[in-house]
């Protein structure tokens, strides 16, 4: 599918060589503008810089943080582009990992911001998302490109693609998870997500604080005494 915009996945290396379920990857194989870079630490990538410092690129990191630009609300329009091409980085991991990667490249902390505030609720059912508002990298590209089209600065042709191939990857998993002649599935892993227990202790309350600070912050910035980030 081609899209205006170019998605660089960066994944760290237990998702790119462990994951049977990696979603980065399906995501990389139904975007034409899109590639992938295995590492930890991206300030010594050669590509990676290359695409950061190229001035006809708005290079962007889509990280939820009180400063990030929010797509789902317009904060970013054509304007900002000029005649630049949008650039945008998703870290390919879980928080944890991922928040590793960022604290090791300085050059990824200096980028702009990008989040957005997701149409639905996750989809993963093999997999548990840390809080709720948290999405595979699968899911984050789909809103991504929602609220892209929404702002016109990308058009998405292919709205079902994504989604289909996620379930269909789901499907598989499950099926598998159900054979018994298959070795290494977790046979009574998977539930519902509305089932599911939230979680608990300070690395819940810590991720829970994120995307509360995120939430505060983009109210406050579109109330009236909030005025403009």
Request: hydrophobic share 35%.
């Amino acid at each position: 599918m081609p899209t205006r915009t170019r998605f660089v996945f960066l994944m760290h290396p237990k998702e790119f060589k462990h994951e049977k379920a990696g979603t980065g990857r399906l995501t990389h194989l139904c975007l034409a503008q899109s590639e992938i870079h295995m590492g930890v630490e991206f300030d010594a990538d050669e590509t990676v810089q290359a695409l950061i410092n190229d001035p006809r690129n708005l290079a962007m990191l889509v990280y939820p943080s009180a400063g990030a630009l929010n797509l789902s609300k317009g904060d970013l329009q054509p304007t900002h582009l000029g005649e630049r091409q949008l650039v945008v980085f998703l870290l390919d991991a879980t928080w944890a990992l991922a928040k590793k990667m960022l604290r090791l490249s300085p050059s990824l902390q200096r980028l702009p911001r990008l989040m957005f505030t997701p149409s639905a609720p996750s989809r993963y059912v093999i997999k548990q998302q840390p809080v709720e508002g948290c999405l595979s990298t699968l899911e984050a590209t789909h809103e991504l490109l929602l609220a892209l089209k929404r702002s016109g600065l990308d058009h998405y042709p292919m709205q079902e693609q994504l989604l289909e191939l996620f379930g269909r990857m789901q499907d598989y998993q499950l099926t598998c998870a159900r054979d018994p002649s298959r070795e290494g599935y977790r046979r009574r892993a998977y539930s519902a997500p509305g089932d599911r227990i939230r979680p608990r202790g300070s690395t819940g309350a810590r991720r829970t604080r994120l995307f509360n600070l995120t939430e505060r912050s983009n109210e406050k910035a579109n109330s009236p005494e909030g005025g403009a980030a």
